[in-house]
Each structure stands twice: as structure tokens, then as C-alpha cells.
């Protein structure tokens, strides 16, 4: 008997065993088909990045956003940018910052007025300028622009490209808060303990905002904020910062999220969308980056007399894509 009611106890524990089992495997095998399904949304976003402009909501005439883009001898990346962005339907107009020693050829003047006067969405005019600077400096890109058609500049680099759903989300953000700094690439500084006090701080790039959920600087590659900024950075800014920014061709974009904070007293606002490398690697990879970011950023506190970046942990997401909350 007893022998009999073990082989039972036997029996059924196996059988618990093996459903406890075929649950695993089954819970493994979903979280392989959820991972496959995200991986393919993600191919397939970024073979047809640029086929999201068609279903973009349009923004009315004049109210919609300048176009800021920064370029130097990358003639193939400027041209395949503006003819993306050209499509998105709140663009006004485009304002090509250019620093270099010679004038844009006339050939690349008539291409770029082609693409975008081709590219614009419903009868649209687009107007396209090229900001003309003598004199080589990082600063150019944030110098003042007059009359202006929009409130708003999208500040970009030529060799990134968003889809134009993930510009339009960005630009209904910055709508809500007009006078905060809006963009998709977030960075954070900290306090540096190993100084043994507060007033030194050290810049950390996005492994950090990754690990943490915690930024306090937009970078102005890619970035919305009101064209009043510009103003600001070319003629309240201590021209100091604008001296360092020239001599050491770096930290702009900090320059520009410093003012920022300094005018409002609030973080910038990070919006979440996929980013599309169309260029080679930027001076961020080359040694030594992070360290003179830090350098820049213990300069400015020096040159403000406080720390006006503030740490945030918002990030603005749409939640038509967005699986889990």
C-alpha cells in the first residue's frame, strides 16, 4: 500500500514538475516572439523613415517651426536632410547655417530650393536661406536671425534624421511649454563628490540619463526653443562663454542649455523618438570628450556664479506606440 501510494505521490509531483516547466518554456518562447515583434516594428521604422510623413497632422501657415540646421562641406547629408524635412508638415522654413570659406555654389542653391519647393505638402511655400558667417565658430548656429516666419527653430545637425511624426510630437510638446529647451538627445551633469565638495560637477553622457532616467541638458542637435534664445546667446550671454565656445570649437550646446535654465529656472523637456545616423562619428567619440565637457561645464558655473541646470526625470513619449506604461 505504501508502496503504491508513493508511486502516486511520485507520479502527480512529475506532473507538477512538468507543467511548472512547460509554463517557463512557454513564458520564455513569448518573451522571444514580443522581443522579434519589436525588433521588426524597429526594421521597419527605420527602412521607411521616410514614409511617416504623409500620415503627420499639418500645422496652419505661420505657425509652424523654422528649420536650424548646421552643416560644414557635408553637401550629400545637408541635401538628404532637407529634402526629409522638407516633407514634415509644420516646417515654415529652413535656415542653413553656413561658416564655410567660400559661398554655396549655385548648383547646390538651385537643388535645395527644388527639393524643398518639390517636397512641400498642401501648396505650402517653404522658404529656404542661407545664413552667410565670415568667421568660423560653433556660435553661428545660435546667432540672432531677423524676421524670422516662426516663433520656433528647430535646431539640428545635418546628419541626423527624425521621422517627421517623431518632429511633430516634439513640436506639440514645446507648443505646451514654449519657453523650455525640447528635444530627443538628453545628457546629465552631477555633482563631482570626489572633489569633496558641491561646487564641482562632472558631465556624463547617455549611459548615464539610461541608467538613471535622470537628464538636465538637450543638446541643440537636436532640439525646439523659442527664436528669442538666439538673441539671448548672441547678446545677453556673457560674451565670455561665447569666447571659450570659439577658442575651444566645443560645448555650444551646453552654452545654449545653460541659458536656458538660467532664464527660466526649469529643466529642459526630453522627448522620446528614434534617432537615423546618416553621417560618420561626431568629435563625442573621439578621447577625452566627456572630460572637457566637464571642463565647460565647471567654466560656465564660474562664469553664472551658480548651477542653473536642473535635473529632471520627465521624459514626453506618444502613447499611440508606446506598449507599456
Not at 546667432?143 to 528647430?154: A, H
Not at 566637464?294 to 514626453?316: I, Q
Amino acid at each position: 500500500m505504501r508502496t503504491r501510494l508513493f508511486s502516486r505521490r511520485t507520479i502527480r509531483q512529475g506532473a507538477v514538475s512538468a507543467i511548472g516547466s512547460a509554463k517557463i518554456k512557454l513564458l520564455f518562447a513569448c518573451c522571444i516572439a514580443f522581443t522579434l515583434i519589436a525588433l521588426a516594428g524597429r526594421t521597419t521604422t527605420f527602412m521607411r523613415w521616410n514614409q511617416y510623413a504623409a500620415s503627420s497632422p499639418s500645422s496652419p501657415p505661420g505657425k509652424g517651426y523654422t528649420l536650424l540646421i548646421n552643416t560644414w562641406k557635408r553637401y550629400d547629408l545637408l541635401k538628404q536632410s532637407i529634402s526629409h524635412y522638407a516633407s514634415c508638415p509644420g516646417l515654415d522654413s529652413v535656415h542653413i547655417v553656413w561658416s564655410e570659406p567660400n559661398p554655396p555654389s549655385e548648383p547646390l542653391v538651385n537643388f535645395l530650393n527644388h527639393v524643398v519647393n518639390s517636397n512641400s505638402k498642401h501648396g505650402r511655400e517653404i522658404e529656404l536661406k542661407f545664413d552667410i558667417n565670415k568667421e568660423d565658430s560653433l556660435n553661428n548656429r545660435f546667432k540672432e536671425i531677423k524676421n524670422l516666419k516662426s516663433d520656433v527653430v528647430f535646431s539640428i545637425d545635418d546628419d541626423i534624421i527624425f521621422p517627421c511624426p517623431t518632429v511633430e510630437l516634439a513640436f506639440s510638446v514645446w507648443r505646451s511649454a514654449p519657453d523650455a529647451m525640447v528635444g530627443f538627445v538628453p545628457r546629465v551633469h552631477w555633482v563631482d563628490k570626489s572633489e569633496g565638495n558641491e561646487e564641482k560637477y562632472t558631465y556624463s553622457g547617455w549611459l548615464s540619463v539610461w541608467w538613471t532616467g535622470t537628464y538636465s541638458i538637450i543638446l541643440s542637435k537636436a532640439a525646439f526653443f523659442h527664436k528669442k534664445y538666439l538673441s539671448m546667446y548672441t547678446y545677453e550671454m556673457p560674451s565670455s562663454i561665447r569666447e571659450y565656445v570659439t577658442k575651444n570649437r566645443n560645448c555650444e550646446d551646453i552654452a545654449m542649455s545653460f541659458l536656458v535654465a538660467n532664464a527660466t529656472g526649469a529643466p529642459p523637456i526630453w522627448v522620446k523618438g528614434n534617432i537615423f545616423e546618416i553621417g560618420s562619428t561626431g568629435i563625442s567619440s573621439l578621447g577625452g570628450h566627456n572630460e572637457r565637457r566637464t571642463e565647460c561645464v565647471n567654466r560656465f558655473v564660474t562664469e553664472y556664479g551658480h548651477m542653473p541646470l536642473v535635473p529632471t526625470t520627465v521624459k514626453a513619449v506618444d502613447s499611440r506606440f508606446c506598449w507599456f506604461w
